[in-house]
């Protein structure tokens, strides 16, 4: 069975960090583009952090509202991808979701398969 299970989630105080981790099983995220997405209440999902697989390029796209804060990376070893979030705003508070494509694109629409997502509360 296809599954991405994330963690990682919590509560921070503004200005703190987090590292959020997406594990798959069932099937090898390296040959995907991984992207973390993030829903605040009442709002669609947004504001994208995206690697591409090591055979393209591992390139990464982020978002205007996170790049410069937010890093995705891979481990292929533990088939797991990372968001490494730091100097957190309470605007950052939503819940985040992990999703595998075979292209990397800003539409969540187009992915193919999806993690339960994990909360993170920016708040002091």
């Known amino acids: 069975q296809l599954q991405l299970v994330e963690s990682g989630g919590g509560l921070v105080q503004p200005g703190g960090s987090l590292r959020l981790s997406c594990a798959a099983s069932?099937?090898?995220?390296?040959?995907?583009?991984i992207a973390w997405f993030r829903q605040a209440p009442g709002k669609e999902r947004a504001d994208y952090s995206c690697?591409?697989?090591?055979?393209?390029?591992?390139?990464?796209y982020y978002a205007a509202s996170v790049k410069g804060r937010f890093t995705i990376s891979r481990d292929n070893a533990k088939n797991t991808v990372y968001l490494q979030m730091n100097s957190l705003k309470p605007e950052d508070t939503a819940l985040y979701y992990c999703?595998?494509?075979?292209?990397?694109?800003?539409?969540?629409?187009?992915?193919?398969?999806w993690g339960q997502g994990t909360q993170v509360t920016v708040s002091s």
């Open positions: 069932g099937f090898t995220l390296d040959d995907y583009s």
């Open positions: 690697i591409t697989s090591s055979s393209t390029d591992g390139s990464t």
């Open positions: 999703a595998a494509a075979k292209i990397a694109t800003m539409i969540p629409a187009l992915y193919d398969y």
